[in-house]
């Protein structure tokens, strides 16, 4: 029996070395809205509750169609502007939080993942997030369903090139790719 190959497997380790920026922060947050059915339900839920309100109040009031028309696209634009801001103000909220590690250096593996910082450390293991995304720059790790876990990995910090194929194969392995 090869066992060898399973020992390997089990100590595969992706490290990475980065220091968090917002841009990272606002992508991890326009992924999450754009590829989570909860993301994509926040982004469209604001701008179609603003419109349905004006066209209901409009209509109880006996306006005419054409006020009712222009004021409900208004309402869905302003809506949706509303949730831009809120995305934004969410980076900028999660930002605050992962800016005080200072340099990170990220060493994920089988278990999970363990963060140290200059100031702080974090240890996650998989049972925390269930999937992931990849996006250019940066992989993404995603809470379930009703989780609120955001995770960010830059490729930026991969220690050496292979680690971005080492983290993509456990991220594999043991997440969803969405």
Request: charged share 25%; net charge positive.
């Amino acid at each position: 029996m090869n066992t060898g190959g399973d020992q390997e497997q089990r100590t595969e380790q992706a490290v990475f070395v980065y220091r968090p920026e917002l841009a990272d922060s606002r992508a991890a947050v326009r992924v999450r809205a754009l590829r989570t059915a909860s993301g994509r339900a926040e982004t469209l839920l604001l701008p179609l509750m603003s419109m349905v309100l004006v066209v209901a109040y409009g209509l109880l009031r006996g306006m005419l169609p054409a006020v009712v028309a222009v004021s409900a696209v208004l309402a869905a634009g302003t809506g949706a502007f509303g949730g831009v801001r809120g995305r934004r103000a969410m980076a900028r909220r999660l930002h605050a939080v992962v800016s005080h590690y200072g340099l990170c250096r990220t060493v994920v593996d089988e278990r999970g993942f363990a963060t140290t910082g200059e100031s702080m450390s974090h240890t996650a293991d998989w049972k925390l997030y269930t999937r992931y995304a990849e996006t250019a720059e940066l992989f993404v790790l995603l809470g379930g369903p009703r989780a609120t876990c955001l995770a960010v990995m830059p490729k930026r910090g991969a220690e050496e090139p292979a680690d971005v194929e080492r983290l993509r194969a456990i991220l594999d392995r043991n997440l969803t790719r969405v």
